[in-house]
């Protein structure tokens, strides 16, 4: 893995102490003046996190729109490789709280995957992490299953190297599946529970998939 310099760290934590400076103003002004009696304590702060939370999306997605990292592979020292440890800062530090512990419920995990820049059809959910959104494109009616992973990165050593990642509609991914960097799953398709999907696969459309690196099973 590359070193995040001084410098990506500083453009993160000026991000991060916008969103932390928005949220508590925030804060004040909206709640400051209510009288919430003997729990008005504990109501400002769990206030405070969550419009944090709602001004680090919004600050997160400002910076990708201005700096968007790359795909391919990321060359040491270039824009994108900045924008793409930015983003890694981002979830080693933010993001990944919310998406790894299970603390929110699938429904609103829907919402912060949307904010976070993913691409989610209709009636489509994820009960595991996914942990580059904003490479990933996912149909409608599909399911991700518990604790499974989809990721748009590979990091081999010092390569670094960044996917898209699309799945189709009608798609079922199994629990503790991993999916990683580039893959393409067609329509209908299955990826059984605990299957290793290696980066740049294609899958058709229907194709049962499982295994450690997952190998066609049957039509």
């Given at each position: 893995?590359?070193?995040?310099?001084?410098?990506?760290?500083?453009?993160?934590?000026?991000?991060?102490?916008?969103?932390?400076?928005?949220?508590?103003?925030?804060?004040?002004?909206?709640?400051?003046?209510?009288?919430?009696?003997?729990?008005?304590?504990?109501?400002?702060?769990?206030?405070?996190?969550?419009?944090?939370?709602?001004?680090?999306?919004?600050?997160?997605?400002?910076?990708?729109?201005?700096?968007?990292?790359?795909?391919?592979?990321?060359?040491?020292?270039?824009?994108?490789?900045f924008?793409?440890?930015?983003?890694?800062l981002?979830?080693?530090?933010l993001?990944?709280?919310?998406?790894?512990t299970?603390?929110?419920p699938?429904?609103?995990?829907?919402?912060?995957?949307?904010?976070?820049?993913?691409?989610?059809?209709?009636?489509?959910?994820?009960?595991?992490?996914?942990?580059?959104?904003?490479?990933?494109?996912?149909?409608?009616?599909?399911?991700?299953?518990?604790?499974?992973?989809?990721?748009g990165?590979?990091?081999?050593?010092s390569?670094?190297?960044?996917a898209?990642?699309?799945?189709?509609?009608?798609?079922?991914?199994?629990?503790?599946?991993?999916?990683?960097?580039?893959?393409?799953?067609?329509d209908?398709?299955?990826?059984?529970?605990?299957?290793?999907?290696?980066?740049?696969?294609?899958?058709?459309?229907?194709?049962?998939?499982?295994?450690?690196?997952?190998?066609?099973?049957?039509?």
């Amino acid at each position: 893995m590359r070193k995040i310099t001084t410098s990506q760290v500083a453009v993160f934590f000026t991000l991060f102490g916008v969103a932390i400076t928005l949220g508590v103003l925030t804060t004040k002004l909206l709640l400051g003046w209510i009288p919430l009696g003997d729990f008005r304590g504990i109501v400002l702060v769990v206030a405070g996190i969550v419009f944090v939370y709602l001004y680090a999306f919004a600050v997160y997605r400002i910076f990708l729109h201005f700096m968007p990292p790359g795909e391919g592979e990321l060359r040491e020292g270039s824009r994108q490789e900045f924008a793409a440890q930015v983003n890694i800062l981002f979830y080693l530090i933010l993001f990944n709280t919310l998406i790894r512990t299970h603390f929110l419920p699938i429904p609103l995990m829907r919402l912060v995957y949307l904010a976070l820049g993913a691409r989610l059809g209709k009636s489509t959910y994820s009960a595991g992490a996914i942990l580059e959104p904003a490479f990933t494109e996912i149909g409608a009616n599909s399911i991700v299953g518990h604790d499974a992973v989809l990721t748009g990165h590979t990091i081999e050593g010092s390569r670094f190297a960044l996917a898209r990642t699309r799945i189709g509609d009608n798609v079922t991914i199994g629990a503790m599946a991993v999916i990683m960097s580039g893959v393409v799953i067609g329509d209908g398709a299955i990826i059984s529970a605990g299957s290793v999907v290696l980066k740049g696969t294609n899958i058709g459309p229907n194709e049962v998939w499982g295994g450690v690196p997952a190998k066609r099973l049957k039509y």
